[in-house]
């Protein structure tokens, strides 16, 4: 049984398929939460719109395709409320309450506001909707009333501003929400292929999903140690773009041996590689056996948002009632 008090809430975006970068700095973290807490983890459709408003049809599309990662990765459904936001229409009038107490000044000093504009400039984010972003994440977080949001450092502002909207909205309204804590996720230190952040943006991802035979194609490809021009060249692992996925995906002894072979030249980069290759291929290749099983059920992936559908609306029905008692907006 969980304690009622160590409750969890966190989503992601359904805007394509998800890659290493995703499950190592999200959903190992939420795989192990769901062990001690009481969870909802949304398929943040709503969020999504903020960025790809123009093409909204191809969101669908992807939405099945995230419960199939989340489940294959090791989500239970009977372990943890999995959800898909737009289907909550009380976070959609929680986030109307919220962006009436939230001053814009709160909303344009986010540096993720920034960073994100300057990244994607060429999609036009100058909308209200992409302003007001973290008050709809604030809302999806506060309405069920969380004790911890599994955030990374650097989604900590995003935190402290739905903290803040709680302070704002307990002063003014009374008690409402507590103030939820980071529950920060191991940041595993994985490059892109190209050496740069992993992201589906740049084309330097390795997909959950992607076929293998691709995989050990773009592995191949891989940038290793810069220092390394010739095959006789000593190699420095702390500077190689290869050897952190050895660090993920071989066993201790292995890396060990690879470190030590590297320094002394005595492992070239495309050997090196190919046993990267296989060890990844023993993560990938259970994990895609475990996803094919929707293949044979699907509309599996839709019956599992549905059930969590009706567990998220009531638990955030609760909350919603408080809300309105609270302003006198009942009867």
């Known amino acids: 049984m969980t304690e009622p008090n160590k409750r969890i809430a966190s989503g992601m975006r359904p805007t394509g398929p998800l890659h290493l970068g995703h499950y190592f700095g999200v959903l190992d973290s939420w795989v192990?939460?769901?062990?001690?807490?009481?969870?909802?983890?949304?398929?943040?459709?709503?969020?999504a719109l903020t960025t790809e408003y123009a093409n909204p049809r191809r969101i669908k599309e992807f939405i099945?395709?995230?419960?199939?990662?989340?489940?294959?990765a090791g989500l239970d459904p009977e372990k943890c409320v999995?959800?898909?936001?737009?289907q909550v229409k009380e976070h959609l009038e929680?986030?109307?309450?919220?962006?009436?107490?939230?001053?814009?000044?709160?909303?344009e000093r986010c540096p993720t506001y920034k960073e994100m504009r300057e990244q994607l400039n060429a999609k036009?984010?100058?909308?209200?909707?992409?302003?007001?972003?973290?008050?709809?994440?604030?809302s999806d977080i506060l309405i069920y009333k969380p004790s911890g949001v599994p955030v990374g450092q650097d989604q900590l502002p995003h935190l402290e501003l739905t903290r803040e909207i709680a302070r704002r909205v307990n002063g003014m309204w009374g008690e409402v929400f507590p103030e939820p804590e980071a529950v920060l996720t191991t940041q595993a230190k994985l490059p892109g292929l190209d050496g740069r952040k992993m992201s589906k943006s740049y084309g330097n991802s390795i997909s959950l999903g992607g076929d293998l035979d691709g995989v050990r194609k773009a592995v191949s490809g891989m940038l290793t140690c810069v220092k390394r021009a010739r095959l006789k060249d000593?190699?420095?692992?702390?500077?190689?773009?290869?050897?952190?996925?050895?660090?993920?995906?071989?066993?201790?002894e292995k890396c060990a041996e690879i470190d030590a072979a590297c320094r002394k030249a005595e492992i070239g980069c495309g050997e090196c590689k190919k046993m990267m290759s296989e060890a990844l291929m023993g993560?990938?290749?259970?994990?895609?056996?475990?996803?094919?099983?929707?293949?044979?059920?699907?509309?599996?992936?839709?019956d599992i948002l549905e059930a969590g559908n009706v567990k998220a609306r009531e638990a955030s029905r609760?909350?919603?009632?408080?809300?309105?008692?609270k302003i006198n907006f009942i009867g």
């Open 82 to 86: 999995l959800f898909q936001q737009s």
């Open 234 to 252: 000593p190699g420095d692992p702390d500077e190689c773009n290869l050897y952190p996925y050895h660090v993920l995906f071989s066993t201790p």
């Open 318 to 325: 609760r909350t919603l009632e408080e809300v309105r008692e």
């Open 283 to 302: 993560f990938l290749e259970p994990f895609q056996q475990r996803r094919a099983e929707f293949d044979r059920n699907p509309g599996l992936a839709w």
């Open 94 to 107: 929680l986030h109307i309450l919220l962006s009436m107490v939230t001053p814009v000044s709160w909303l």
């Open 124 to 138: 036009d984010l100058s909308t209200y909707g992409f302003l007001g972003y973290p008050v709809l994440m604030a």
């Open 32 to 47: 192990a939460l769901q062990e001690t807490h009481q969870c909802y983890f949304f398929v943040a459709d709503w969020h």
């Open 64 to 72: 099945p395709e995230l419960v199939k990662d989340w489940v294959a």
